[in-house]
């Protein structure tokens, strides 16, 4: 059995045996599991207080190839819900995590991204670095505070406020790039980079 099969197969285990809403004994905060610190960013803004956060492809891991785990598929069948980037950022394992979300709450939070808004890389593929593109990660963070609400229903005010609030915070920060960028004159604008992720936003 091929490695990504067998996760697969523990995952699927795991959601027999598991509380089908993954909600939390004992009054502890449910538990949301994200694949990367930027949408941890999200969850933390919009979750707040009313959720435990726990990040599978912590700073320093190349999520384009991580190896996920056994204990990986264990947080994410006793998550509450479970947000990925999509957009093949996540390789093999985003491919473990679509096939679980047939049956228990998992969204890409580039879901609603119009594909005519991304940069095709080649046919078919696109460019998964979108949260260097702060208008269309604002459409992230929409699908963030939605699957939060579909989740939690009764803390929706709650979700929605904060979802609110964090969109102010995006635009207020990228306006505030682009005027100090607006002062650099375009022959002079040069980036350096360690990694091919800037298309987005260039
Ligand atoms: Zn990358």
Known sequence: MKFCNKLLAVLLLLMLVACSSGKPH????????????????????????????KTLIVAGSDPHSYKANENDVIDIARAMVTFYNGLQLEGAF?????????????????????SNKLIEVKKG????????????????????????????????????????????????VNDSIKSR?????????????AHNAFSMSM
């Open 181 to 193: 960028l607006d002062t650099v004159p375009p022959e002079k604008r040069v980036i350096v980079s």
């Open 125 to 172: 593929v696109y460019d998964p670095h979108v949260w260097l593109d702060p208008q269309l990660w604002i459409l992230a963070v929409n699908r963030v505070a939605d699957g939060l609400v579909e989740t939690d229903p009764a803390n929706a005010v709650y979700y929605r406020r904060n979802e609110d609030a964090y969109i102010e915070q995006i635009i207020a």
């Open 94 to 114: 985003g491919h473990i995590i679509e096939r679980a979300s047939s049956t228990i709450p998992v969204y890409a939070v580039c879901e609603y991204i119009p």
């Open 26 to 53: 004992g009054g502890s905060r449910p538990l949301v599991v994200v694949t990367t610190g930027v949408i941890a960013d999200i969850v933390e803004h919009i979750g707040g207080d009313f959720v435990e956060i």
